[in-house]
């Protein structure tokens, strides 16, 4: 069987800065991944292809067997690949519970079982009638994550997912991730510069540098690793 997403020899330039240079990476169903590397090597780039944002140049890129390449981004959504940005995405004069059912709109079904087990699983139970525009910074950025799960993705991209958050905030963030990973079993990439917060989220960890993934392993497997350190640590 192959793997969910499928990425081989990916290229991507903007006019000689080669933001992807040869990527390569597969993700099986479910599987979770925390993306780290410095500024500017390609994280975001390699999310707004997956997305469709941009077009890719060369290489494959495959989800669950089928191209993505020249697909437009509302088509990627659609086979099941969603994306949270870093700026919470809500709308800040509905209620936390109307922001959660826009979410999932074509999908009672999925309202009906869910909505208020995702509001726990954010911690918004007691918020459900509140704006949301009133939420605190942690509290929007949960309130968009169990949006995008309301979509019910099979890969669900998160960009830093704790940028500005509080260490409390950021501890919360990973038990909501893991929970969510658990109960719906979607595949998640996350990209996070705080390194507390990978160690915490106990997935698979892919080092990305200058537009390639050069390595890729448990959190200790790659802590330990000088690349690692050299190229992201800046401990070497
Ligand atoms: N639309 C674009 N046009 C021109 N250059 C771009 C574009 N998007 C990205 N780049 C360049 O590609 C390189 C990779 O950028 P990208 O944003 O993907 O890195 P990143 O790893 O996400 O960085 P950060 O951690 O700072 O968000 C950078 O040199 C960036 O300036």
Not at 10 to 17: A, N, P, Q, S
């Amino acid at each position: 069987m192959s793997a969910l997403l499928e990425v081989a020899g990916l290229e991507k330039d903007f006019g000689g800065v080669r933001a992807a240079d040869g990527l390569n990476l597969s993700l099986e169903a479910g599987e979770m991944l925390c993306l780290i590397g410095p500024n500017g090597c390609g994280k975001t780039t390699f999310f707004n292809l997956i997305s469709g944002a941009v077009a890719a140049d060369n290489g494959k890129l495959q989800f669950d067997g089928e191209s993505l390449r020249g697909l437009e981004p509302y088509q990627i959504a659609r086979l099941g690949i969603l994306r949270k940005f870093q700026v919470p995405g809500i709308y800040p004069d509905l209620t936390v519970r109307e922001n959660l059912l826009l979410a999932a709109g074509g999908r009672p079904d999925v309202v009906v079982t869910d909505l208020a087990e995702l509001l726990g699983l954010a911690r918004l139970s007691d918020r459900a009638e509140v704006q949301a525009g009133v939420l605190a910074h942690g509290e929007k950025q949960w309130l968009e994550i169990v949006m995008v799960l309301a979509g019910q993705p099979r890969l669900l991209l998160l960009d830093e997912p704790t940028n500005g958050m509080t260490a409390a905030e950021t501890a919360a963030t990973v038990a909501l991730i893991k929970d969510l990973h658990q109960r719906y079993g979607c595949a998640f990439i996350v990209i996070e510069h705080d390194m507390g917060f990978v160690r915490e989220l106990d997935c698979a960890v892919a080092l990305m540098l200058q537009g390639r993934i050069l390595r890729q392993g448990s959190f200790a497997e790659l802590q330990d690793d000088p690349l690692v350190k050299e190229a992201y640590l800046g401990q070497a």
